[in-house]
């Protein structure tokens, strides 16, 4: 059964660096796109990165908040994921999970969640 595993998360002190990853676990076919939502206290699950395959390259795309301080990744061989967040801020605090829509080796379209990581950045 496919899964993600994530891992990475923590507490940090604001202006501070973490970074995520997340990894496909079983077989598939192929990656179409991955992505990291957040989850703050009392609030949606939203999209705060994602990279999406486009013919020959990648596509990246970032919610306004986390642009020039958060970096996307692939790893094909790895078939892996991270997220590089820099300059850490309170407000980035919440419960990252990622996502991964691929194709299973009879060429299906599937999504899958992570299980979730939590990111706490203090003052």
């Known amino acids: 059964q496919v899964q993600l595993v994530e891992s990475g998360g923590g507490l940090v002190q604001a202006g501070g660096s973490l970074r995520l990853s997340c990894a496909v676990s079983?077989?598939?076919?192929?990656?179409?796109?991955m992505g990291w939502y957040r989850q703050g206290p009392g609030k949606q699950r939203d999209l705060v990165a994602s990279?999406?395959?486009?013919?020959?390259?990648?596509?990246?795309n970032y919610v306004d908040s986390v642009k020039g301080r958060f970096t996307i990744s692939r790893d094909n061989a790895k078939n892996t994921a991270t997220l590089q967040m820099n300059n850490l801020k309170p407000e980035d605090t919440g419960a990252y999970y990622c996502?991964?829509?691929?194709?299973?080796?009879?060429?299906?379209?599937?999504?899958?969640w992570g299980q979730g990581t939590l990111v706490t950045v203090s003052s």
């Open positions: 996502n991964a829509a691929y194709k299973d080796p009879t060429y299906r379209n599937l999504e899958v």
């Open positions: 079983g077989s598939i076919f192929g990656l179409n796109a």
């Open positions: 990279i999406t395959t486009r013919g020959s390259t990648y596509n990246v």
